[in-house]
C-alpha cells in the first residue's frame, strides 16, 4: 500500500523550460492538494481538486496548471519556471473533514 | 476566513523536559483540529487529531485538548526525547463546510541529549 507517490523526488530545471510534477493515490480519496513549502513561509496551498474533474486555486496559483487526470492522479506543470518556484512541493489526499495524507516530496531546484 | 497562529520556533529544550507548543485558531463553525509532524527530508504525517470541543488526542506520548472557549490546541509532551526533534504543524479542516486546510507556520523543535 503506497498512499501517496510524488515523481520526481529531484529535479533541477533551467529557467524557462517546463516540467510536471506528477502525483498519484491509491487511497481512495476525493480530494487532493498541491503544496509548496518554503523556509520561513510554512506551508502555501497552490491548487486543490474537491473531487475527480474540479480544481481550484489556492493561495499562490501563480505561474502554475494542474490537472485532475482521474481519480488517483493530480499533476502539477510548471509552463516557464523561475527561480522563485525552487521550493518543496508536496502533494496530499484527504477524505472529506479527515487529516491530510502526504508525499515525501519534490525537491525542484531552478537556476 | 479560517487562520490558525502557533508560536514560533526555534523552541530548544534538553532531553527529558516538558514540551508546550501553543496553537489558537480563528474559525467559522465546529473544525477539526491536527497536529502533524515534519521529520528532516521527510513530507508531514499526522501526529495527532480532534474532532469536537473537549477531545483529547493522543500519540507516542503527545497530547493536546481540543478548548472551544479560548480556541486553542496546545501541544504538550511530558519528556521529549531527541528522536522527537522535527517541525510541528497545527491546522485546522472543516470550518463552516470548507474542506480546505488551514495550516499554521510550523514550530522548529530541538532535543539535545
Known amino acids: 500500500n503506497a498512499g501517496v507517490t510524488q515523481t520526481p523526488k529531484f529535479q533541477v530545471l533551467k529557467t524557462g523550460q517546463s516540467m510536471t510534477l506528477q502525483c498519484a493515490q491509491d487511497?481512495?480519496?476525493?480530494?487532493m492538494y498541491w503544496y509548496r513549502q518554503d523556509p520561513g513561509m510554512g506551508l502555501r496551498l497552490i491548487y486543490y481538486?474537491?473531487?475527480?474533474?474540479?480544481?481550484d486555486k489556492g493561495e499562490v496559483p501563480n505561474g502554475y496548471n494542474v490537472s485532475r487526470l482521474n481519480k488517483r492522479e493530480f499533476s502539477l506543470r510548471l509552463e516557464s519556471a523561475a527561480p522563485s518556484q525552487t521550493s518543496v512541493y508536496f502533494c496530499?489526499?484527504?477524505?472529506?473533514?479527515?487529516?491530510?495524507?502526504f508525499g515525501e516530496g519534490s525537491r525542484l531546484t531552478v537556476l | 476566513g479560517n487562520s490558525v497562529t502557533q508560536m514560533e520556533g526555534p523552541v530548544t529544550l534538553s532531553e527529558e523536559a516538558f514540551l508546550t507548543i501553543n496553537c489558537t485558531y480563528t474559525?467559522?463553525?465546529?473544525?477539526?483540529l491536527f497536529w502533524y509532524v515534519q521529520y528532516p527530508g521527510e513530507g508531514l504525517q499526522l501526529l495527532l487529531k480532534?474532532?469536537?470541543?473537549?477531545d483529547k488526542g493522543s500519540n507516542k506520548g503527545f497530547e493536546a485538548t481540543y478548548r472551544k472557549e479560548t480556541t486553542s490546541f496546545h501541544l504538550e509532551k511530558g519528556s521529549v526525547q531527541v528522536s522527537d526533534s522535527a517541525v510541528y504543524f497545527c491546522?485546522?479542516?472543516?470550518?463552516?463546510?470548507?474542506?480546505?486546510?488551514?495550516f499554521g507556520r510550523g514550530t522548529s523543535l530541538i532535543v539535545h541529549p
Open positions: 474559525a467559522t463553525g465546529y473544525p477539526s
Open positions: 480532534a474532532t469536537k470541543a473537549d
Open positions: 496530499a489526499t484527504a477524505q472529506g473533514a479527515g487529516e491530510l495524507f
Open positions: 481538486s474537491a473531487s475527480e474533474g474540479t480544481t
Open positions: 491546522a485546522l479542516k472543516g470550518g463552516g463546510g470548507s474542506y480546505i486546510p488551514t
Open positions: 487511497m481512495n480519496h476525493n480530494s
